[in-house]
């Protein structure tokens, strides 16, 4: 089942020893740049919930922990992203071919004359008339 997600939605992570230290190495450097201009800054806080779960903005996850992350690494958090709000993606068959309806719109993301039989579903899941909107 393929899901949807905006990089503005809020995913769930639960974070190992390394991934709480980038953090706190993150809120170091940024409190250091602001002090050092004579501004305040608060205290390193970790929020988790009471399963051990901590939220964040899709692309922040990726912006905090994407130079961290490569083969054989030390892993910042557990295997497993929860997306809270995602929703599958729709489909409809054309020619025997499972074809996502636009995420936007709702329409088949390609039109009959697209579409072959036998061919592989269709990774699109925007429609030609909302892609770039
Ligand atoms: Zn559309």
New binding site residues.
Partial sequence: MDVSINFNEEVKVQLTAVGIDILKQNHQQSAKHFMDRGFTYPEFKLKVDDEGWSTFQFWHLMNLFGNHMYPSMAQPFGAMVVIPKSKPIDTVKIKGVEVPL??????P?KKESEVSEGDKPSARI??????G?
């Fill in positions: 636009c995420i936007r719109c709702g329409v993301t925007v429609c030609r008339t909302c892609y909107k």
